[in-house]
């Protein structure tokens, strides 16, 4: 393996290469792991001797270079074009009659980003293009044309599973169908596929083939140990105290959904209903019917919480749940019926590192998934569980079935229950609740495992692919 720091730069522009990265993942201020993903990868192509030109999204359009060796490139939200561009001759555009995959609201931008493309092939002569799309499909069209046009390397990047293994919102059969279409002709033309889960590399093998398994790999997401409390050494314990008087914690970081879906039928949702069912018949939409997203929902957990804190007083005093992330109206209602207004509490969104404070503090970190009818193991593996397992805190995974829930159990810290399996969630609870009265939540870390999510190593990773591509 070449270690980063081994890397000799070439003679001439002192650059060892040119990587044209696309991606909306990269902002000037990331808080979201794709964002943190990006912003990682891209500094270990500049630690590697690359020049990096990569091109984003912004409300106006610009072009700097904002690092020695980092060019960035932002098409306008409206696809305009940095007014270096403009004055180019030659510069080429969207065929009228090629549409682009969905689903995604950033067509015209990503017409703007093939255009940009051309001016910056041609400025900076890069030996490769790398896309990152999380998710925004269109984008990896986009990103498939280029480097066919200019017979470069091509690497795609899947965050999220595009027409294999996942039900998409398509308006019309048509959009499915071209799902589809551009899914494959993008996985075949690509020279590597990065997934972050191994789950979804395997559906894509047996969608396209064995041929394929050389091809896509798995760089998963990851902890930054920079802005984390990690290493907490072989702990097998938690750190609670056993003092019969201290609050126990739990803490959900990240956005819930599938909460306006939960609770009795009304005017607004039979009318909804029956413009999909209009919708379907007529256009072939899909609509996510099979994706059972009130599993997100903290609806089950809160109702589990209210009883147990029925059942046990000092479970009711001493409890708290902090939720980090969009607050909703429905969730104070939830904790009133439960009895428990006090006890759970919505901080709103937050930036990372502070919400980092809310994870450090609490006994028992919280993490939900919605499920897939029809599937019986899950592909996707929520980012924050990355995060979580850094701090080697007991995890109460409420999941179905999946490489989510298998991570979490080889990692030593796991305490499962089924999203909807209320009693389920309530036997767990006392069971993490009296451990905690006691000697502290009895986990076993396996720092091991837990190590390899360090972002560095996956980093290390990416650098290697395109190492792999761009040698001369």
Same mark, same amino acid.
């Given at each position: 393996m070449t270690l980063l720091s081994e890397i000799k730069y070439s003679q001439g522009n002192g650059y060892v290469g040119t990587v044209l990265y696309l991606t909306y993942a990269y902002v000037d201020h990331p808080t979201g792991a794709g964002c943190i993903r990006a912003v990682r990868f891209i500094d270990g192509l500049l630690t590697a001797g690359y020049q990096v030109v990569v091109v984003?999204?912004?409300?106006?359009?610009?072009?700097?270079e904002v690092a020695p060796g980092l060019i960035a490139c932002r098409v306008g939200d409206d696809g305009r074009l940095p007014d270096e561009m403009l004055s180019a001759k030659g510069l080429g555009r969207w065929p009228f009659l090629k549409f682009l995959p969905g689903p995604d609201v950033y067509g015209r931008v990503n017409k703007g980003v093939y255009r940009a493309c051309g001016w910056l092939v041609k400025t900076y002569r890069p030996e490769l293009v790398y896309v990152m799309t999380p998710p925004c499909f269109s984008l990896n069209a986009v990103g498939f044309q280029v480097p066919q046009k200019y017979d470069?390397?091509?690497?795609?990047?899947?965050?999220?599973?595009?027409?294999?293994?996942?039900?998409?919102?398509?308006?019309?059969?048509? %959009?499915?169908?071209?799902? +589809?279409?551009?899914?494959?002709?993008?996985?075949?033309?690509?020279?590597?596929?990065?997934?972050?889960?191994?789950?979804?590399?395997?559906i894509l093998i047996g969608a396209y083939g064995d041929e394929m398994s050389d091809k896509i790999l798995t760089i998963r997401h990851s902890y930054d140990p920079l802005i984390m409390n990690c290493d907490r050494g072989q702990n097998t314990k938690d750190v609670g105290t056993g003092d019969k008087n201290s609050p126990?914690?739990?803490?959900?970081?990240?956005?819930?959904?599938?909460?306006?879906?939960?609770?009795?039928?009304?005017?607004?949702?039979v009318v909804r209903r029956i413009w999909q069912m209009v919708r379907k018949g007529l256009l072939g939409a899909n609509f996510?019917?099979?994706?059972?997203?009130?599993?997100?929902?903290?609806?089950?957990l809160i109702e589990a919480m209210g009883q147990v804190a029925q059942q046990d007083k000092d479970f009711g005093r %001493?409890?708290?749940?902090?939720?980090?992330?969009?607050?909703?109206?429905?969730?104070?209602?939830?904790? %009133?019926?439960?009895?428990?207004?006090?006890?759970?509490?919505?901080?709103?969104p937050m930036s990372q590192e502070r919400a980092q404070k809310y994870v450090d503090q609490a006994d028992v970190l919280l993490v939900n998934l919605y499920g897939l009818v029809g599937h019986d193991y899950h592909w996707c593996v929520p980012t924050k569980i990355y995060t979580y397992l850094a701090t080697g805190k007991p995890i109460l995974s409420l999941m179905p079935p999946g490489e989510a829930c298998d991570l979490i159990k080889e990692a030593g810290v796991g305490f499962f229950a089924r999203? +909807?399996?209320?009693?389920?969630?309530?036997?767990?609870?006392?069971?993490?609740?009296?451990?905690h009265q006691g000697d502290g939540i009895e986990v076993k870390p396996n720092w091991e495992l837990? %190590?390899?999510?360090?972002?560095?190593?996956?980093?290390?990773?990416?650098?290697?692919?395109?190492?792999?591509?761009s040698a001369p």
């Open positions: 984003s999204m912004d409300k106006e359009p610009s072009l700097k470069l390397p091509f690497v795609m990047e899947l965050d999220d599973a595009w027409a294999a293994g996942m039900y998409w919102p398509y308006r019309n059969f048509i %959009r499915r169908y071209l799902a +589809d279409k551009w899914e494959r002709r993008c996985l075949m033309a690509a020279d590597k596929v990065v997934t972050v889960t191994e789950t979804h590399r395997e126990f914690r739990m803490a959900y970081v990240g956005q819930v959904r599938g909460v306006d879906m939960v609770g009795g039928v009304t005017f607004g949702k996510c019917e099979k994706i059972v997203l009130e599993w997100m929902s903290p609806h089950y %001493r409890v708290r749940l902090d939720f980090v992330g969009e607050s909703y109206e429905q969730i104070d209602q939830w904790a %009133r019926k439960a009895n428990l207004p006090s006890q759970i509490t919505q901080h709103g999203p +909807d399996d209320v009693e389920g969630i309530v036997r767990q609870l006392k069971r993490l609740f009296e451990q837990i %190590r390899q999510f360090d972002i560095a190593k996956q980093q290390q990773k990416f650098v290697e692919i395109v190492q792999s591509l």
